[in-house]
C-alpha cells in the first residue's frame, strides 16, 4: 500500500518554541512530496513542495521551513513559532514528475498557545 | 491552475443522489478535474479525475461538459458519512506541482 505517515498527531507548543513535524511515506519511489496548512475554516494552503532529495520550492514566505533528508522523508521546521502557525499540517504526495492522483496523511493538528 | 467555483453549501437527503457543481470556464485542453473530501478533522480524501469523458467509480460519477467549462460531481446515494467539504480542483497533467484547493462546498446529508 502506498501510505503517509506523520507525527506527532496533535501539538501545543507555546509561542516562541520550535516546532518539527515528521512525515514518512511508504511504497512508493522518488515521490513529490507537499506540506499543506489548513487553518481554522479556511481552505488548504499549499506551503512547500520537493520533487527529490535536497530539494524544495516555497510557495509562502514564513517562519516556517521544510526538509527532505531522505527520499521518503518530509520534515516542516520552525525555530519560533507564532501564535498564527497554529492549523492543521497536512502531509501530501504524488508519485514523481508524472504522477497527477496527490495522497494526503491523517494530518497534524498544531496548537500555538 | 484554471480556477474553480463552487457553491459554499448544499444539503441532501439520505438515500438521494447528491450533485455538486463546480465551474472551471478558464480550464485548458491540458487540464484535469479532480474531485476530493475532506471529512472534520482529517486529510482529504481523493475521490475521482477526469479529463474529457465521463468517469464512475465505487465512489462516485463525474460528469463534464462538452465545452469542460464545468463538471457535476455525483454521489448516486449520499449517506450520512458523505458529509464533509468537497473540493474541485483543474490541474495540467503531467505536472510537478500541488493542487491548489480553494473553499469547497460543504455538503450536510441530512436523515
Known amino acids: 500500500s502506498q501510505t503517509i505517515h506523520q507525527w506527532p498527531a496533535t501539538l501545543v507548543q507555546p509561542v516562541g518554541s520550535p516546532l518539527s513535524l515528521e512525515c514518512t511515506v511508504e511504497?512508493?519511489?522518488?515521490?513529490?512530496l507537499y506540506w499543506y496548512r489548513q487553518a481554522a475554516g479556511r481552505g488548504l494552503q499549499l506551503l512547500f513542495y520537493?520533487?527529490?532529495?535536497?530539494?524544495i520550492s516555497s510557495e509562502v514566505p514564513q517562519n516556517l521551513s521544510a526538509s527532505r533528508p531522505q527520499d521518503r522523508q518530509f520534515i516542516l521546521s520552525s525555530k519560533k513559532l507564532l501564535l498564527s502557525d497554529s492549523g492543521f499540517y497536512l502531509c501530501?504526495?504524488?508519485?514523481?514528475?508524472?504522477?497527477?492522483?496527490?495522497?494526503f496523511g491523517e494530518g497534524s493538528w498544531l496548537t500555538v498557545v | 491552475d484554471a480556477k474553480t467555483t463552487q457553491p459554499t453549501s448544499m444539503d441532501c437527503a439520505e438515500g438521494r443522489a447528491a450533485n455538486l457543481p463546480c465551474n472551471h470556464s478558464?480550464?485548458?485542453?491540458?487540464?484535469?478535474v479532480y474531485w476530493y473530501r475532506q471529512i472534520h478533522s482529517q486529510g482529504p480524501q481523493y475521490i475521482i479525475h477526469?479529463?474529457?469523458n465521463n468517469e464512475t467509480n465505487e465512489m462516485a460519477s463525474l460528469i463534464i461538459t462538452e465545452d469542460r467549462k464545468s463538471s457535476t460531481l455525483i454521489l448516486p446515494h449520499a449517506t450520512l458519512r458523505d458529509t464533509a467539504v468537497y473540493y474541485c480542483?483543474?490541474?495540467?497533467?503531467?505536472?510537478?506541482?500541488?493542487?491548489?484547493f480553494g473553499k469547497g462546498t460543504s455538503l450536510l446529508v441530512t436523515p
Open positions: 511504497g512508493t519511489s522518488n515521490p513529490n
Open positions: 477526469g479529463l474529457k
Open positions: 501530501a504526495r504524488t508519485e514523481g514528475y508524472s504522477g497527477n492522483t496527490i495522497y
Open positions: 480542483i483543474v490541474r495540467p497533467t503531467n505536472s510537478g506541482y500541488a493542487l491548489n
Open positions: 520537493s520533487v527529490g532529495i535536497g530539494q
Open positions: 478558464t480550464i485548458s485542453g491540458n487540464e484535469y
